[in-house]
């Protein structure tokens, strides 16, 4: 059976939009989202179908403005600590215990063992949690660092290690450490500008406060 490149377009754009519905993150719906509503637009006026062209074409400039917006848009970003025996913090680990486990190699928490641990607020939606633990005296283990899967875009990241660094100075610290295994985890490490290193002879990644 002969497929010309015209059909061939059709099935990527279709493929595109599907993967776009799949995304938990709202952004990277928009994104992929963009770049299939295009496809299909292109590939509507290619084949002389008009509606479809015109529909798409207007698909993708809803998810242009909605991007716009999104980036230029201020949010706002706080710290909440979190407080020993907290049944939210219990509650919270518990709800999003999948999600956790992709990117953290423990499962289990003790915040009396912690020397840093707080809830990262987005617009007052918490988002994230972060909690680390003494390594050495200048150095601060990064025992979890979990955002819910709507606000994976690195923002609540540079939130917490650009604009936050004092927060970690005045402990004390100048350095995290992480000991990640996970593809995920380390993938955002890297991002966030951690160098793979070596540690007791194991791997890990590291960065300066």
Do not use: Q
């Not at 754009?13 to 963009?34: D, G």
């Not at 979990?146 to 939130?159: A, L, N």
């Amino acid at each position: 059976m002969h497929i010309n490149w015209l059909e061939w377009l059709g099935y990527l754009a279709s493929v595109v939009v599907l993967i776009s519905l799949l995304m938990s993150s709202i952004i990277k719906l928009r994104w992929i989202n963009l770049v299939g509503s295009s496809l299909f637009s292109l590939y509507g006026f290619l084949i002389g179908a008009l509606p479809v062209g015109f529909m798409n074409f207007g698909i993708a400039l809803i998810n242009v403005y909605y991007l716009v917006k999104m980036y230029n848009s201020k949010e706002y970003f706080e710290i909440l600590p979190v407080v020993e025996k907290s049944k939210y913090l219990n509650h919270y680990l518990d709800f999003y215990k999948d999600e956790i486990e992709k990117y953290s190699d423990k499962i289990e928490f003790k915040i009396n063992a912690s020397d840093v641990c707080f809830f990262i607020l987005r617009n007052m939606v918490p988002a994230g949690i972060f909690l680390a633990s003494h390594y050495d005296a200048n150095t601060l283990n990064i025992e979890l660092d979990f955002v819910i899967p709507e606000y994976r875009d690195f923002k609540i990241g540079k939130f917490v290690f650009e604009d936050n660094k004092k927060l970690f100075k005045d402990k004390g610290y100048s350095n995290f450490i992480s000991f990640s295994t996970k593809k995920e985890h380390i993938m955002y490490l890297k991002k966030m500008g951690f160098i793979e290193s070596i540690e007791n002879r194991r791997k890990c990644y590291k960065k300066s406060i």
